[in-house]
């Protein structure tokens, strides 16, 4: 995919997520309260925390997107990476904030303290409106992150997903409080802090594994050793270090090539393995293959 039309669709991501929660965080918020429901509320909440964590968003994004320069010769699509992380972390503090409230709203239910009596109808259609809207989202919004293989844009994805089952659990908390248990609504919204709870240290695991430069994993290795042994010359590979930055990987890649040869004709197999690995692996923007005689001559020197 271009660089342009990456950059697009990233931020069609972003924005069709910012507008559609800003809506929803009033939306819902204003009706939970009026409509004496805490588990829509909490989802309230939970909406109103993904505008704020947005806008966090769309300026990681827009810094993914600078060009490389001296200080980073790799370019900035680590900050990809970082935007990842700052939703995981407002989603994990959105997560606990509605945990709490819900428990007390509970304690002071069952304690007697309350007078909440079972919420508006308009709560449980609000609430099945939100599940509609956020499954359109998340459908929307999964096929770009593939198609751009954005960290950011996927996390915002799984985070459509969550907030699919955080606003199911709300409709059924809801329900089932008109029916007379009352006890479920405030139990639904402790619910739906455990989706997003799950949802946040997912993609704070994920965004941290690749500020981390953990290694891309055993398919990309094989995958590189493969193109590798098929280059002419190459004898052995003594080691493959893959480093992600955003969206794309840098390779230095060390190899062995028999004593016999000219530094010329290692240097062309060298470059050999390296233009093999660029025109098969889609998403591999740098190679820097280091070569070497046998393990049998360095052994006799």
Same mark, same amino acid.
């Given at each position: 995919?271009?660089?342009?039309?990456? $950059?697009?669709?990233?931020?069609?991501?972003?924005? #069709? +997520? #910012? +507008?559609?929660? $800003? /809506?929803?965080? #009033?939306?819902? &918020? $204003?009706? +939970?309260? $009026? +409509?004496?429901?805490?588990?829509?509320?909490?989802?309230?909440?939970? &909406?109103?925390?993904?505008?704020? @964590? @947005? #806008?966090?968003? &769309?300026?990681?994004?827009?810094?993914?997107?600078?060009?490389?320069?001296?200080?980073?010769? @790799?370019?900035?699509?680590? @900050?990809? &990476?970082?935007?990842?992380?700052? /939703?995981?972390?407002?989603v994990i503090t959105t997560a606990l904030t509605i945990f709490w409230n819900a428990i007390d709203t509970l304690v002071q239910l069952l304690q007697g303290k309350s007078d909440f009596s079972g919420a508006s109808q308009l709560a449980l259609w609000v609430a099945i409106g939100t599940v509609l809207i956020k499954i359109g989202l998340f459908v929307v919004t999964a096929y770009l992150g593939k198609r751009t293989n954005n960290d950011t844009v996927l996390a915002l994805a799984s985070d459509h997903r969550n907030d699919i089952l955080a606003a199911s659990a709300a409709a059924l908390g809801i329900f089932m409080g008109r029916l007379g248990y009352l006890w479920m609504d405030p139990v639904a919204g402790a619910l739906v802090a455990f989706f997003i709870l799950r949802t946040g240290l997912s993609i704070v695991r994920e965004s941290t594994a690749a500020l981390m430069d953990t290694v891309p994993g055993a398919p990309l290795n094989d995958k590189v050793t493969a193109l590798v042994r098929s280059v002419p010359g190459v004898q052995e590979i003594d080691s493959i270090l893959a480093h992600r930055f955003g969206q794309y990987y840098t390779i230095n890649l060390t190899i062995s090539v028999s004593d016999q040869i000219s530094v010329h004709d290692g240097d062309i197999i060298a470059s050999q393995a390296e233009k093999t690995l660029l025109e098969n692996i889609p998403d591999l923007r740098n190679v820097h293959v280091h070569y070497h005689p046998t393990e049998r001559y360095r052994a006799e020197l």
């Open positions: 995919m271009q660089k342009e039309q990456r $950059i697009k669709e990233t931020n069609l991501s972003v924005g #069709l +997520g #910012l +507008g559609a929660n $800003i /809506v929803l965080a #009033l939306v819902k &918020s $204003i009706v +939970g309260i $009026i +409509g004496s429901s805490p588990a829509l509320l909490a989802d309230g909440i939970n &909406s109103t925390s993904d505008v704020v @964590y @947005y #806008l966090v968003v &769309s300026v990681f994004v827009r810094a993914a997107n600078k060009p490389a320069d001296d200080e980073h010769p @790799y370019g900035h699509t680590q @900050y990809e &990476s970082v935007g990842a992380l700052v /939703v995981g972390a407002f």
